[in-house]
């Protein structure tokens, strides 16, 4: 009897796994990268074109130079494009925009520690419109 319920018990929690590893889906990720943005993100930042806020507009970032928003001013270590916004070069300014742009005027914010967060994020990015 014991180990019946044993057997059932280790079922039911296998069902509950693989359910729950089948929500986990590209979409589901992506709308968790848009919340992620949207609590970290978007009190200055925007993902739509030219709608510049506190920062830039962040509209089709990846593979954009640094600078390159219209319309908006830029601390002298962003302006001219000297930075490519690839993904690890996104990765490492959302970890810590410091050690990427010195001077920068990101203040208060200071970075994101975690990896899987900064990558639901730039993810969410790539796919923005």
């Excluded at 296998?14 to 590893?21: T, V």
């Excluded at 300014?93 to 410091?98: Q, R, V, W």
């Excluded at 200071?110 to 990015?125: C, H, P, Y």
Aim: net charge positive; proline share 4%; with cysteine.
């Amino acid at each position: 009897m014991m180990r019946s319920m044993t057997h059932a018990l280790k079922a039911i929690v296998g069902g509950f796994a693989i359910a729950a590893a089948a929500a986990i889906t590209p979409a589901a990720s992506l709308e968790t990268g848009e919340t992620l943005f949207n609590n970290s993100c978007r009190t200055c930042h925007s993902v739509k074109a030219d709608d510049n806020r506190l920062g830039p507009n962040l509209h089709q970032i990846v593979g954009r130079k640094s600078g390159a928003a219209s319309g908006f001013n830029y601390s002298p270590s962003l302006k001219g494009g000297a930075i490519t916004w690839d993904e690890a070069t996104l990765d490492k300014f959302i970890a810590n925009p410091d050690s990427v742009a010195s001077g920068n005027t990101m203040k208060p914010f200071t970075g994101i520690s975690d990896a899987g967060v900064r990558k639901q994020i730039i993810e969410f990015l790539k796919t923005a419109k």
